[in-house]
């Protein structure tokens, strides 16, 4: 099984910038198609972005379009989602995740493993 551990979260002031990373701590991830989701308090998990094995093809949710980005690290077995020009209403809890499953799912009952997520507050 794989383990997902994500960092890079905090707090940080409207317009800011954070990276989040998502690594395996167990297996690997190189493999599989990975998304990262985001919940805020009383809201429903909500996608944000999906890339392919190779790194290509993101699909990003319209929300964050033209502000984040979704990468990934062959090498260092992480995928990572840079945020720029961060607004309160990003604040949330961030989530990676893998799915076994081909394309870009963007419905989270397609992904399997999940990582314990990582705050991101953004102050006005």
């Known amino acids: 099984q794989v383990q997902l551990v994500e960092s890079g979260g905090g707090l940080v002031q409207a317009g800011d910038s954070l990276r989040l990373s998502c690594a395996a701590s167990?297996?690997?991830?190189?493999?599989?198609?990975m998304g990262w989701f985001r919940q805020a308090p009383g809201k429903e998990r909500e996608f944000l972005a999906v890339?392919?094995?190779?790194?290509?093809?993101?699909v990003y949710a319209d929300s964050v379009k033209g502000r984040f980005t979704i990468s990934r690290d062959v090498a260092e077995n992480t995928v990572f989602l840079q945020m720029n020009s961060l607004k309160p209403e990003d604040t949330a809890v961030y989530y990676c995740?893998?799915?076994?499953?081909?394309?870009?799912?963007?419905?989270?009952?397609?992904?399997?493993?999940w990582g314990q997520g990582t705050q991101v507050t953004v102050s006005s």
């Open positions: 167990t297996g690997t991830i190189n493999s599989y198609v």
């Open positions: 890339i392919g094995q190779s790194g290509g093809g993101p």
């Open positions: 995740a893998r799915t076994r499953k081909w394309g870009r799912p963007t419905d989270s009952q397609s992904y399997d493993f």
